[in-house]
């Protein structure tokens, strides 16, 4: 596997008629970000996984700071994962002084999360479609555990022509139920066993009993919404100072 920081060194280092899987991630590894390397790894002649916290999908009194970062272990889990480049570009490799250029996403991107973490999604289908266009994969892979994020990259790549496959693949989850996060590592014990309500009141698949189970967490919302023509029951709630997010699939295609 090779280390790339730069948008120059990868566009040289990749075929241009290869086929490319591209897993965009924020990094600090556990199952969920492996799951995607191996289906990226079992369906493409090269894969490439980018490593970017990007900074303009945090709010200003969000975690970009303090969000784990773990470069050499990272490293490790996606070379035995089979990754063939780790593109992990600095900050301003993607946003360089003067960067003026956005991508306005909808009401998709309003709602849910939208509506807690304003301007999130403009962040997120930005720097997808960067790396969409430095990278040119034939297909992209994301998880189910963020499924509005999911839906807003398909939505971008269908209403912008893209040339790619965005993949999307089941949530990964601990023994106890709880949806592996790299926030995950901010909860304290007490905080965990408190969070394990989130999965709980999920598989409720019902609104009522979910609001019910998660009576006494600070709950940003708990409802049912469609997302890419799916139905899920979605979920935010705040665990002391993690904030965490988890959703279940209420109908159709089982991801
Ligand atoms: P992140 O590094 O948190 O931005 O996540 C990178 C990708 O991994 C996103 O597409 C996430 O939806 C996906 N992902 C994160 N957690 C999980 C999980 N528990 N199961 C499956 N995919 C996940």
Known sequence: MRVVRTISEIGEALEPAADVGLVPTMGAFHEGHLSLFTAARQESEVVVVSLFVNPAQFG???DFERYPRD???DAKLAEEAGVDYLFEPAADEIYPEGY???????ELGQRLEGEFRPGHFRGVATVCLKLFNIVRPARAYFGQKDA???????????????????????TVRDEDGLALSSR????????????????????????????????GLDVDYVEVAVLDGQRVLAAAVRVGKTRLIDNIVLEGDPR
Do not use: C, F, H
Not at 100 to 106: P, S
Not at 155 to 168: F, G, P, T
């Open 60 to 62: 200003p009194a969000e």
């Open 148 to 170: 509005q994020q999911a839906a807003v990259v398909k939505r971008m790549a269908s209403d912008l022509n893209l040339d790619v496959e965005i993949r999307v693949l089941p």
């Open 71 to 73: 470069e050499e272990r």
């Open 100 to 106: 003026e250029t956005w991508v306005d996403v909808g």
């Open 184 to 215: 995950n590592a901010y909860l304290s014990p007490q905080d965990r066993v408190a969070a394990l309500a989130l999965p709980r009141a999920l598989a409720t698949k019902d609104p009522a009993q979910a609001r019910e189970l998660l009576r």
